[in-house]
């Protein structure tokens, strides 16, 4: 794990200038639970948690939290590039919560998202595009941890329809992540529940 920081509860609200426990709660977008998944800090996590944090606030500014941004025209790096262009990028990251922080930055903490999916966090939350949680994942043990929690690796929601799988190919993710997949026997043709071939053999041919 990397850990980014470990914080006393005084030093986290004074850093991300909370005037108290109970704004850092209150607060819209990036609230305590947000600030200490994307810190790492997984005992600060729990004892957020143990604070009565609520784990499901919207982050409509989610660019603020320095997330992964993908441009539309990219740079041809991990993660980047996927087509979408910053207002796709806003659109869809309008609704993430801390549990989807921790997914799409597995590669920092995998024991935040434990920690979270341990706490009564969703493993088959979907965003208002019908995105599921596991097409954000970064690493392999991101995607087989929320499948051990009965994420559903075929699901599919409205209104885009898109599989977790779709959305790792539109992210460019990891090889690992689709070795992962198709071991978990992620469909590689399923489309709005049809079988139907997809442009995604170039992301998967070589595994």
Same mark, same amino acid.
């Given at each position: +794990?990397?850990?980014?920081?470990?914080?006393?509860?005084?030093?986290?609200?004074?850093?991300?200038?909370?005037?108290?426990?109970?704004?850092?709660? /209150?607060?819209?977008? *990036?609230?305590? +639970?947000?600030?200490?998944?994307?810190?790492? !800090?997984?005992?600060?996590? /729990?004892?957020?948690?143990?604070?009565?944090?609520?784990? !499901?606030?919207?982050?409509? &500014?989610?660019?603020?939290?320095?997330?992964?941004?993908?441009?539309?025209?990219?740079?041809?790096?991990?993660?980047?590039?996927?087509?979408?262009? *910053?207002?796709?990028?806003?659109?869809?990251?309008? !609704?993430?919560?801390?549990?989807? $922080?921790?997914?799409?930055?597995?590669? =920092?903490?995998?024991?935040?998202?434990?920690a979270l999916l341990e706490l009564r966090g969703? #493993? =088959?939350?979907?965003?208002?595009?019908?995105?599921? $949680?596991?097409?954000?994942?970064?690493?392999?043990?991101?995607?087989?941890?929320?499948?051990?929690? /009965? &994420?559903?690796?075929?699901?599919?929601?409205?209104?885009?329809?898109?599989? #977790? $799988?779709?959305?790792?190919?539109?992210?460019?993710? #990891?090889?690992?992540?689709?070795?992962?997949?198709?071991?978990?026997?992620? !469909?590689?043709?399923?489309?709005?529940?049809?079988?139907?071939?997809?442009? +995604?053999?170039?992301?998967?041919?070589?595994?």
């Open positions: +794990m990397q850990v980014l920081h470990t914080w006393s509860l005084e030093e986290f609200l004074s850093y991300f200038r909370f005037s108290s426990l109970e704004e850092s709660f /209150r607060r819209k977008g *990036m609230g305590a +639970m947000a600030c200490a998944v994307l810190s790492a !800090d997984v005992s600060l996590v /729990r004892h957020l948690v143990a604070l009565k944090a609520p784990l !499901d606030v919207p982050l409509p &500014a989610i660019v603020e939290a320095g997330a992964k941004v993908s441009t539309a025209s990219g740079s041809g790096g991990r993660g980047e590039g996927f087509g979408l262009g *910053m207002r796709g990028y806003s659109i869809e990251r309008r !609704d993430w919560t801390p549990l989807h $922080l921790a997914t799409a930055h597995s590669s =920092n903490s995998i024991e935040s998202l434990a969703d #493993p =088959n939350a979907s965003n208002r595009l019908g995105h599921p $949680l596991l097409g954000i994942c970064d690493t392999a043990e991101a995607v087989e941890l929320l499948v051990e929690k /009965r &994420a559903d690796v075929n699901k599919l929601s409205p209104p885009t329809m898109a599989s #977790p $799988l779709v959305l790792a190919c539109l992210r460019c993710a #990891p090889p690992e992540v689709f070795e992962s997949f198709i071991k978990l026997k992620a !469909d590689v043709n399923l489309v709005q529940g049809q079988r139907e071939e997809l442009g +995604m053999w170039q992301h998967v041919e070589e595994l």
